[in-house]
């Protein structure tokens, strides 16, 4: 896709919003998961690089961005600043890899999974419908969010370009 205005990049542990024509970015999620939330209706996006499930379990917590349950609220409230309207907002969700080949059934090591479960469950809290995922498996994402049109590309080595 070709971007008409800037692409805001966003690292890990991070978030930020933009409004189209621009459009938002973030490399290399592996067990992280990019949550990408929409307004179409003023085409104000928002993109979050969560790395872990819960910041309860974690002290010297400040960067709330890092987490699924503050990240997102985070964003939210970010958007609904800029003058998106949060009763319309949409989800899309990618990431949340395996990335490391073990069998093992120790939670702690099965973050990928533990993410994608923490956004759903936060995203369900706050009443964010989800419309497509591209999530889990054993190979790292960089996406792309188009809030012109609402596409979320995604891009992994060796595969082809999805857009959800």
């Known amino acids: 896709m ?3 205005g800037n692409m805001v990049k966003v690292g890990m542990a ?3 919003i933009c409004h189209a024509p621009d459009a938002i970015t973030t490399l290399g999620l592996g067990s992280c998961v990019g949550v990408a939330l929409y307004d179409k209706t003023t ?3 928002g993109l979050v690089h ?3 499930p819960d910041s309860t379990k974690v002290t010297q917590n400040q960067n709330r961005a890092k987490f699924a349950d503050t990240g997102i609220v ?3 409230e970010m958007m609904r600043r800029e003058g998106a309207n949060t009763a319309l907002l949409t989800a899309k969700i990618a990431g949340g890899a395996q990335m ?3 069998k093992s059934n120790n939670e702690m090591l099965r973050v990928g999974d533990r993410n994608v479960e923490a956004v ?3 995203l369900a809290r706050m009443r964010i419908p989800i419309l497509a995922e591209d999530t889990g498996l054993n190979y790292g994402r960089t996406v792309e969010f188009y809030p012109e049109t609402g596409a979320y590309v ?7 370009m999805r857009t959800i």
């Open 120 to 122: 759903k469950a936060q």
């Open 154 to 160: 995604i891009k992994a080595v060796g595969r082809e």
């Open 74 to 76: 985070m964003l939210v």
């Open 14 to 16: 991070d978030l930020n």
């Open 100 to 102: 490391f080949a073990f």
């Open 2 to 4: 070709k971007v008409m």
């Open 50 to 52: 969560v790395m872990l």
């Open 43 to 45: 085409k104000i996006g």
